[in-house]
């Protein structure tokens, strides 16, 4: 019998219907995170129904990994699985229920991180790095030090490492609101920050203010290398001022120049993802606008080294100025040491003074 046109289509049709079917159909592969129900236990061995995939089964290993997972599950029960083998134990599929759970746990993380949620950090131990949370859902994430806030963040003279731990051990059993930064399942980490979540709103209070604008603080923090201040009218805003921006003279200790509590004035010199920095030498008077006055080139000074570098000798001199001998001078490191010590008071001639560049350099008289 001779067909038709339109019966030589039927075929092909339904070729057609049937591939697109199968290619539709979300086939379990493995690595796959599932929907299995439970249908029972027996010996080491539970069973799961996959719906239209089969049954699942969950063995060796994976029974003792999975203990408190089974302990009290019921026929019916749906749970989290981890395809691990297409073709395991019995022919049927090989599932883990630990491996689900990890699985599912960063998937959570990153969509915690990729929904900017703010959540409850409780913070469970602590080390000079930061502090280990246990947030959501069982999530174990760390908050370094460095995503703390300005007011958690440890105040600590001299980085002291010990004295950093002591600080950040105080927080422990607290909670506090962090945001998930990043999540690296290949290193184990998900790093928080609770710097994250005061930004937001800290960016909006600072839109009222600029740089050059001048600001009553109280000092609220004191650590070797600078100071922390509160906004008097807005004590929700920390700014920082940094050791360098203290003073036109060496500052060795913030904690010379001012203590906690002090109602000082500060200039904001910059603002920037949140935060805010400020000058109280932008305040005093510039003492290197006269210093061409007061040294000449080839004057001879007595000066105290303050501390020695790659560079070479940083010299204190009258006034508060600063002056440097070049390594050069000397020929190296070994032989500056020899000649000159931190803390010694030594005579130099004047090689040049430019206060536009705050800089005097010197020599050694010979």
Known sequence: ????????????????????????????????????????????????????????????????????????????????????????????IELSLSEAGKQKIWQEAKELMESGEVVKAHIVAANAGGLMAALQNEIKAFLPVSQL???????????????????????????????????????????????????????????????GQIID?????????????????????????????????????PKDIVKID??????????????????????KEDPWEKAGDQFKQGDVVDGRVHKLNQFGAVVALPDNFQGMVHISEFGGQDEMKKAIAPGQTYSFVIDAVKPDEKRITLKMKK
């Not at 599932?34 to 239209?52: L, Q």
């Not at 009290?72 to 022919?91: P, S």
């Not at 962090?178 to 979540?197: C, L, M, P, T, Y």
């Not at 004191?222 to 906004?231: I, L």
């Open 1 to 92: 019998m001779q067909q038709t046109e339109e019966n030589k289509t039927i075929p092909s049709a339904l070729a057609q219907a049937m591939k697109t079917e199968l290619s539709a159909t979300d086939w379990p592969k493995e690595g796959n995170v599932i929907d299995a129900t439970f249908i029972k236990k027996i010996s080491h061995k539970a069973y799961f129904d996959m719906g239209r995939f089969g049954t699942g089964i969950v063995y060796g290993v994976e029974i003792g990994n999975a203990k408190e997972s089974l302990r009290n599950i019921k026929a019916g029960d749906n749970v989290h699985a981890k395809i691990v083998m297409l073709d395991g134990e019995e022919g049927l």
């Open 262 to 283: 002090d109602a000082i004035k500060a200039k904001i010199i910059d603002i920037k993802e949140g935060r805010v920095f400020l000058s109280l030498k932008a305040l």
């Open 149 to 211: 806030s300005l007011e958690h963040y440890p105040k600590v003279q001299d980085g002291d490492r010990t004295r950093i731990t002591e600080e950040l051990k105080k927080f422990v059993g607290q909670d506090l609101n962090v945001k998930i930064i990043d999540v690296n399942s290949r290193s184990n980490k998900i790093i928080a920050s609770e710097r994250e979540v005061l930004s937001t709103n800290v960016k909006e209070l600072l839109t009222a203010y600029t740089v």
């Open 217 to 253: 603080c109280i000092v609220s923090g004191v650590a070797d290398f600078g100071v922390f201040v509160r906004f008097v009218d807005n004590p929700e805003i920390e700014g920082m001022i940094h050791i360098s921006e203290l003073d036109y003279k060496l500052v060795e200790n």
